[in-house]
């Protein structure tokens, strides 16, 4: 599910083509007609399905519509790259366990929106990107991996973005990629992974 730019996406068809990991995206979905990502996504021949949120009378009607569409097409896995709306609780307990999003930040720090921004104006040391599992509560559901870089005191919100960008294209794909190879559920709220609960998320560093 996307609204914009789509280069995750693409991190994803990429792999995908380059059998990086054994997968069929079956459909994107979008709640923008003019995301580039849809673009990306007939370029590479997977259907698109575009939902106007205008012509739904309310927030619910126009989940329950997004959750059809889901259900048809019956996949493992719903994946959240860059999609820029938050979705309700009913949609993500119907769903709940099957939803991954990418999130601009070392969650939890810096959970909703300008995490670039942000990161530089707290201070902080490091700044990255997670993969996580998406429960009701914004940004809060458990992080499957993260990528992690230095600030550096020349960045600014565009190097940082692009630097991070890099990482979330590794992440999302190892993520998507240990999911074909490993039993990997949400239980709870914690992460099970082959069995045992994952205690911490698995962290790749920039350099690495
Ligand atoms: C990414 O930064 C992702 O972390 C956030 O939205 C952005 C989407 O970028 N959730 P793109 O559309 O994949 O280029």
Known sequence: MISGEGTNLQALINAQIEKKINTEILAVISDNEHATGLNRAKKANIPCIYLNRDLFSSKEEFETEISKNIIELD???????????????????????????????????????????????????????????????????????????????????????????????????????????????LDNNSIIINGEIMKNPILYEEDF
């Not at 490091?126 to 005191?153: N, R």
């Open 75 to 185: 996949p493992d896995l719903i994946i959240l790259a860059g999609f820029m709306r938050v979705l309700g609780k009913n949609f993500i307990n119907k769903l709940k366990g099957k939803i991954i999003n990418i999130h601009p930040s070392l969650l939890p720090a810096l959970k909703g929106l300008n995490t670039h921004e942000r990161a530089i104006d707290s201070g902080n040391f490091f700044h990255g990107a997670s993969v996580h599992f998406v429960i009701a509560e914004l940004d809060s559901g458990p992080s499957i991996m993260q990528y992690k870089i230095a600030i550096k005191k020349d960045d600014n919100k565009r190097t940082l973005k692009n630097r991070v960008h890099k990482g979330e294209y590794l992440i999302l794909v190892e993520t998507v990629k240990l999911f074909t190879m490993k039993n990997l559920k």
